[in-house]
């Protein structure tokens, strides 16, 4: 196959060749301030772009003569757009001197920050980190990561998992989720900022790319900038207080290049009460020079933090505590915030590289990567005992109205609901987590001798991935440039609990408490381990369950790159193979024999097509095409039905088929650079696998929902026009249209399996993708005046934001026994839109330069100043239903705010 690709490739640069007579162009970038060489600008004519390397040197080849515009750009740097003649065959430029522009830094260190208020066991899902790692050259992508990402925006509507991050040329993404983690290198902005970046279909040097994007964070310490560098930060978002200390020496007169960087990050409490933050790094790379052709590369680097997260929660628990940022996962122990729901991780990566220039036309670039280490979730666990959650419906003033019966028919004083009232606005220990009551319930368990009734469980999710990847940049000529390479992965991830507190307790018995009370008298079922029944554990000891993911890849993949006098225009192609397996190491009472030993081995074969083309009208005007037809194998989190209990997978588990494509038209001039896409594309046979507490079943159980098809289609904008030497107006918008397509299978099967398989379809078809604004827009006025003066301000607006939906309440069950025409049904299965919302932020920043080689930098940015408190960013409705009664309000839908009016302080000193 591949020998055909290659032979194809040459054959069509042979007839490029006979009818284009195409230019080049060759410079250099340097600090204006330093005069040094500036390795990893990004430089960029039309859709053609390439980096500097650590001489500040560049080339791009294989372009029209004539006018062109070229875009320089590296973030801490401003901007720099230069106009050229140029002629036929090679174009020395000017040398290109850019100036500091440390606000851009400031957003990257304090937005990037903000994306952790999950409550969930996975910090990728839902994360904008499409956005913080794509280039900045580009206006909508550049807004649409610093300005739109608070309200958590995603470019094109798209899911973590379809933005590919290399580190190093090395795959960095959970291979269990196919998402980026960007915590595993949080605190190590100054030594990860140096990046190579395309957002949409655009090809790539070191990838054949993903739907959304495909970005290589430059770990090669020749290509960091020489500095020395100490920062300080002050913030009210997730962490206070931040210091950090990176140093960079560039390629040495001995062969040598290092760079080091290590951060501290902490806080009692962030924006969120409760959420209080811990966390450092460091970060150590190495590249020795052996010769013209050859240097090799180490980096190693640990990102280890543990914060308190913070929960959604209804709208009655916010305004019963007056405030929409009521977080019911801490509480007060000893006169001390203590979270239930912490976020513990500590996952070291190495890397080793080989870059070999075989010829000035020719270069590989080999990496292998180990990640390894342990990342969890702390959480509370109950037996045979009240649900300690001091926001459970039960606990809430509505669960007993003004009059009637309560939700279950129960009649009770009306006085109840008042004084309840009462004690959630007055009383802690009421709208928090009560420590004091838990510890005194379990001391009363070891009175009688009975195992605790309240735990801290640690559930750990800990990888060992290993990565080699290669790549290969070869220029057949100036027309013709070929890319290719090769990825393998092999990945064990290590599912387990274990007891983080008994809570005073003196010890938990190991069993299932959902079977004992469903199964009575069977000892074998309610078992979590029969090679191991009814054990006694203490802190420490694992528990529930313990299992392996396996998992392994490997992919091939091609691309080809032409350039005419006119046309530029690309076809590329991947292979991939996935094979995935689970592997238990307790036998469960529930599932004896489909729970120990080696599981089924399930293997996928995928495909990807890509092909692109740019029309040069002019230098400044471009209008580009791509398109891509390709399957990927599903991921392993949405594969297993309960990986937790048993090797059983969904059913019709097949790859999923994606195709789409995009039309833009860039325009690029020295005052005004903008881009407008149209963009579609079209998802079949994508699954979805849900866990949660079934209140009719009384019982945990798992709902596999497949066969999903969805439609993402919109509209890009992005410009910015200077209006003087110093003003620029920057605006971008978004607008999406991102819905299912069709009504999709679905089975729910019971955990304790007290109950037979429900299958059913879900009736979603037309309904929205949720947890993203599909309507997006800014304008802001940006400073850039003398003596390193800059500011900005924003004015966005956010729409058409869409709740997560319980899919239980689309199917008939949930509408059964209702007549035709009841509005109850259209309350029933209506998806809930959430307001829009406009914010306004701000940033300025100062640099001083002292003693001609000293630098202070000085920046301020404010988000969301006019505090707006009042923008749901999404939630969820609660997969909990109330099937006999039909009231909608048993269980009501939980939501996230907006953060309101937050600073990021930066102060830096550069030498």
């Known amino acids: 196959m591949y020998k055909k690709f290659f032979t194809l490739a040459l054959l069509l640069s042979m007839i490029t060749g006979v009818f284009a007579q195409t230019a080049s162009i060759t410079g250099k970038v340097v ?40 875009e320089f750009s590296v973030t801490g740097f401003s901007n720099h757009v230069r106009q050229f003649t140029i002629a036929e065959g090679e174009n020395v430029l000017d040398v290109i001197a850019m100036d500091p522009d440390f606000n851009t830094e400031i957003q990257m260190s304090g937005l990037s920050e903000i994306s952790i208020s999950s409550d969930g066991d996975d910090d990728s899902k839902g994360q904008y980190i499409s956005g913080l790692l794509s280039s900045s050259n580009d206006v909508f992508v550049s807004v649409a990561s610093y300005t739109f990402g608070g309200a958590y925006f995603r470019m094109r509507g798209y899911d973590n998992d379809l933005n590919s991050t290399y580190l190093g040329g090395s795959p960095i993404s959970d291979v269990e989720t196919g998402r980026t983690t960007w915590a595993l290198w949080g605190g190590l902005n100054d030594a990860t900022r140096t990046k190579v970046s395309v957002s949409g279909l655009a090809p790539a040097d070191f990838t ?56 501290r990050r902490w806080g009692n409490g962030g924006y ?112 045979n005992a ?168 490997a992919n091939i993949w091609a691309v080809a790159n032409f350039s005419t006098l006119k046309l530029d225009y690309y076809f590329g192609g991947q292979f991939s193979y996935t094979s995935f397996w689970r592997e238990g190491f307790m036998r469960n009472g529930r599932y004896p024999d489909n729970s120990y030993g080696e599981g089924e081995k399930h293997n996928f074969a995928d495909y990807g097509l890509k092909a692109g083309a740019t029309y040069k009208i002019t230098g400044r005007h471009f209008v580009e095409a791509n398109a891509v037809l390709m399957s990927r194998a599903p991921s392993m989190r949405n594969s297993y039905l309960s990986a937790r209990v048993r090797d059983a997978v969904v059913p019709d588990i097949q790859s999923e088929q994606i195709a789409g494509g995009e039309l833009s038209y860039h325009l690029r001039t020295p005052a005004v650079k903008g881009r407008i896409t149209l963009y579609y594309t079209l998802f079949k046979h994508q699954s979805e696998v849900n866990s949660y507490y079934h209140d009719s079943l009384r019982t945990f159980v798992n709902q596999s929902i497949y066969n999903i098809s969805k439609v993402h289609q919109g509209l890009e904008v992005g410009a910015e026009i200077k209006l003087t030497s110093v003003f620029s107006v920057i605006a971008a918008a978004n607008v999406g249209n991102y819905r299912y397509t069709n009504r999709p299978s679905a089975v729910i099967t019971v955990e304790n399996r007290s109950r037979p398989d429900i299958e059913g379809t879900i009736y979603n078809k037309y309904f929205y993708v949720s947890g993203t604004p599909q309507l997006a827009a800014s304008a802001g006025l940006k400073y850039a005046g003398p003596g390193f003066l800059f500011m900005d301000v924003n004015v966005n607006y956010f729409d058409n934001i869409y709740l997560d939906f319980n899919p239980e309440r689309r199917t008939p069950r949930a509408i059964s026994n209702i007549g035709p025409g009841d509005p109850l049904i259209g309350e029933i299965t209506r998806q809930e ?66 953060y309101g009016r937050t600073y990021f302080l930066n102060i830096g000193f550069r030498f």
């Open 31 to 70: 600090d204006a301030d330093t005069d040094r060489a500036l390795p990893s600008v990004t430089v960029k004519v039309g859709t053609q772009q390439t980096l500097t390397d650590e001489t500040g040197k560049y080339l791009i080849s294989g372009l029209t003569p004539g006018e062109i515009v070229v």
């Open 208 to 263: 054949f790319g993903n739907l959304g994007s495909a970005t290589n964070i430059i770990t090669r310490a020749s290509q960091h900038r020489i500095q020395t560098k100490l920062t300080y930060s002050s913030s009210n978002r997730s962490y206070t207080n931040r210091l950090m200390l990176t140093h960079s020496t560039g390629m040495m007169h001995n062969n040598w290049a290092v760079t080091l960087s290590a951060s």
């Open 272 to 383: 969120v009460e409760g959420t209080y933050y811990d966390a450092y790094a460091w970060f150590l790379g190495i590249e020795r020079k052996l010769n013209g052709n050859h240097s090799i590369g180490l980096t190693v680097f640990d990102a280890p933090v543990r914060r308190g997260q913070q929960g959604g929660s209804t709208q009655e628990a916010y305004d019963l505590t007056g405030t929409n940022y009521y977080n019911p996962n801490w509480g007060y122990q000893d006169g001390k915030v203590r979270n239930a729901r912490e976020r513990i991780m500590n996952q070291p990566v190495v890397m080793f590289n080989h870059y070999w220039d075989i010829s000035s036309t020719t270069k590989i670039n080999t990496v292998v990567s180990y990640l390894f280490g342990e990342t969890g979730t702390t959480a509370l666990n109950w037996y």
């Open 386 to 553: 009240a649900d300690p959650r001091p926001d459970y419906y039960r606990y809430l003033p509505s669960y007993f109205p003004s009059s009637g019966t309560n939700p279950n028919g129960q009649y009770y004083d009306p006085e109840v609901a008042a004084a309840l009232t009462d004690k959630w606005k007055n009383d802690v220990n009421t709208r928090q987590v009560n420590w004091d009551r838990l510890y005194q319930i379990n001391y009363l368990a070891n009175l009688d001798g009975k195992q605790g009734r309240y735990m801290i469980e640690h559930r750990h999710n800990d990888q060992n991935q290993l990565n080699l990847s290669s790549y290969i940049n070869h220029e057949v000529n100036d027309r013709v440039k070929i890319n290719g390479g090769i990825e393998l992965t092999s990945n064990i991830g290590n599912y387990y609990k274990t007891v983080e507190d008994l809570l005073g307790a003196d010890y938990w018995v190991d069993i299932d408490q959902f079977a004992e009370r469903d199964f009575p008298g069977n000892d074998t079922t309610i078992q979590n381990d029969l090679n191991d029944p009814n054990r006694v554990l203490g802190v420490g000891d694992k528990f529930g369950y313990e299992y392996d993911l396996h998992q392994q890849n």
């Open 833 to 898: 839109k959430l307001p829009s919302a406009v914010t306004v932020d701000a940033s300025i920043g100062k640099s001083f330069r002292l003693m001609r080689k000293y630098y202070l930098n000085l920046n301020l940015s404010v988000s969301n100043i006019l505090d707006n408190q009042q923008l749901i960013t999404g939630g969820y409705e609660q997969n909990r239903f109330d099937f006999a009664d039909k009231n909608i309000d048993k269980f009501p839908p939980k939501y996230y705010y907006y």
